[in-house]
């Protein structure tokens, strides 16, 4: 049991062989996906801009009576079933952003 509780060792293990065209490979990709990563954010964050404009234009408009829909929170319901918090989320922020333009 002595031998299992001391972290010191008279010999290291050997670092594993570099294995330098594998290694530039696999740090590459990495980086790629990343970006890849950045860039999807980015483009989600522009629809979520453009989906609360769509909105705000669909509650001024009161285009849900074009599906005989009652209300807005009606078509709320109807087009985001799991959430409409997000949907609720992105028309405030476009709203107040077309608000704080003007």
Same mark, same amino acid.
Not at 60 to 65: D, H, L, M, N
């Given at each position: ?25 696999? &740090?590459? /990709? ?7 990563? !950045?860039?999807?954010?980015? %483009?989600?964050?522009?629809? @979520?801009? #453009? &989906?609360? /404009? ?7 408009? !009161?285009?849900?009576?074009? %599906?005989?829909?009652?209300? @807005?929170? #009606? ?15 992105? %028309? ?11």
């Amino acid at each position: 049991m002595i031998g299992l509780t001391s972290f010191i060792t008279r010999d290291p293990p050997m670092l594993p062989r570099l294995n330098r065209r594998r290694a530039q490979f696999v &740090l590459t /990709k990495i980086d790629e996906i990343l970006a890849w990563e !950045q860039r999807k954010e980015a %483009e989600k964050d522009t629809r @979520f801009v #453009e &989906l609360g /404009k769509y909105l705000c234009e669909v509650r001024a408009g !009161q285009y849900w009576r074009l %599906e005989n829909l009652k209300s @807005f929170d #009606e078509f709320l319901e109807r087009r985001f079933p799991e959430s409409r918090r997000k949907a609720g989320w992105a %028309e405030i922020r476009k709203c107040n952003l077309v608000a704080e333009s003007r």
